[in-house]
């Protein structure tokens, strides 16, 4: 077996440097847990930043892979594939939007959603096309995605970037309708800013943009592609405010780690898309939306959600104590599993011994640790992760 320096040289050497990388090669995976190359194992709090809401190796999802793999992989969308058309109505059925259209990760799902809202603008809306979307948010790494990302950060050095995009501050309505002009088509925005340092607006946000958009003729469209997928403890986020967007954009979770996104909308605007408007050789091939199919019935055969939102609750609370005993805590919050605790120091220290002592966590904005794990966690596991912070925020 090579070893881990060497694996660390061979990256160094042939793969390009998008991402600063802890020193080690993960290289097997069950449940709530994962181990490294040197045998080590680790309490998984990242999830593969929220993609694997059923842990790693889920008997079901690969189950479902593996009969698929060996009876089709992929034909392309120029036939009807019977998974995507399934997949689609499982969708649909548990949401409140009326069609699906299948692609492989968010950056992909959003660029969809923004496509098909400037078709349906340059159609129906005499020809709007500016978006209103909020600072500090996350939307991709595509062009467009990442202009529609309000990060300066993500858009340096890729100029000309593409125009009709206007940000707002985050959690605030009045600036939304204050900079809504004649251009205006569409409002897009995250339930919860997960990237941005899960960011939780005011109980009433959403169904204030809501309300924006319906009394300014605006489309509402919700990144839900960290949210969704029972993240909040409700399928979708949106869900739990009782607000129905136009268009609804999903990702990670999707697959449990198989490249999966789709974006869903309500018919009058999915109308907009005709054969030809949009395409995606992989997007809903039989593979991953076999993996989509075994996420969603898992989800609700073994009541994740509900376990969701009870060790949610719980680690919540064991973070409260801890912040009740350590200074370094500024503050907690969360809703389901997606949680962060903001400290008055730089995180990366704090994940790089957490690491060492067996705990994956993620830092995101310098000092926020955020925690997205599997859905499937345990309050055994919560004691165990709260426990070995502790230590580590102490020392
Ligand atoms: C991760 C993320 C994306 C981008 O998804 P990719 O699969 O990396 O392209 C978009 N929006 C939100 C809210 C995200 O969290």
Request: glycine share 10%; with cysteine; charged share 20%.
């Amino acid at each position: 077996m090579i070893k881990t320096e060497e694996l660390i040289a061979l990256s160094d050497r042939y793969v390009m440097s998008t991402y600063k990388r802890f020193p080690i090669v993960l290289s097997r995976g069950l449940g709530v847990h994962l181990w490294d190359n040197d045998g080590k194992q680790y309490l998984d709090l990242v999830g593969g930043i929220a993609v694997c809401a059923l842990g790693h190796s889920h008997p079901r999802v690969v189950e479902a892979l593996k009969r698929q793999l060996e009876l089709l992989t992929h034909v392309s969308n120029l036939y009807h594939i019977e998974n995507q058309i399934h997949l689609a109505q499982l969708l649909v059925e548990n949401s409140c939007l009326d069609k699906v259209f299948f692609c492989n990760s968010g950056a992909e799902a959003n660029e969809a959603a923004i496509k098909l809202a400037r078709k349906y603008g340059s159609e129906k809306m005499e020809g709007k096309y500016e978006i209103i979307t909020m600072q500090d948010s996350f939307h991709g790494r595509t062009l467009a995605t990442v202009t529609a990302t309000g990060q300066a950060k993500f858009h340096a050095g890729f100029a000309p970037l593409p125009e009709g995009f206007r940000y707002v501050p985050y959690n605030d309505l009045a600036a939304i309708e204050a900079a809504v002009t004649d251009r205006t088509l569409a409002v897009m925005v995250e339930p919860i800013q997960g990237e941005g340092g899960v960011i939780i607006p005011a109980p009433g946000y959403l169904p204030g943009i809501r309300r924006i958009c319906d009394q300014r003729g605006l489309l509402m469209i919700v990144d839900e592609v960290q949210t969704g997928m029972g993240r909040t403890g409700t399928l979708f986020a949106c869900e739990a405010e009782e607000v129905v967007p136009d268009m609804i954009t999903l990702a990670k979770a999707m697959g449990n780690g198989f490249p999966i996104g789709a974006l869903l909308a309500v018919e009058r605007i999915a109308a907009a898309f005709v054969p030809g408007s949009h395409g995606s050789t992989f997007g809903g091939n039989p593979l991953a939306t076999a993996a989509g199919i075994a996420v969603l019935e898992t989800f609700f055969d073994e009541g994740i959600l509900d376990n969701c939102r009870r060790v949610g609750a719980y680690f919540l609370e064991r973070l409260a104590e801890l912040k009740a005993k350590n200074a370094k805590v500024k503050e907690v919050r969360g809703k389901g599993l997606i949680i962060a605790l903001e400290l008055t120091v730089p995180g990366a220290d704090i994940v790089l011994e957490c690491l060492k002592r067996g705990l994956l966590i993620n830092c995101t904005g310098g000092n926020v640790l955020r925690f997205v794990p599997p859905l499937i966690l345990t309050k055994t596991n919560v004691d165990k992760a709260v426990g070995i912070l502790a230590e580590v925020l102490e020392a």
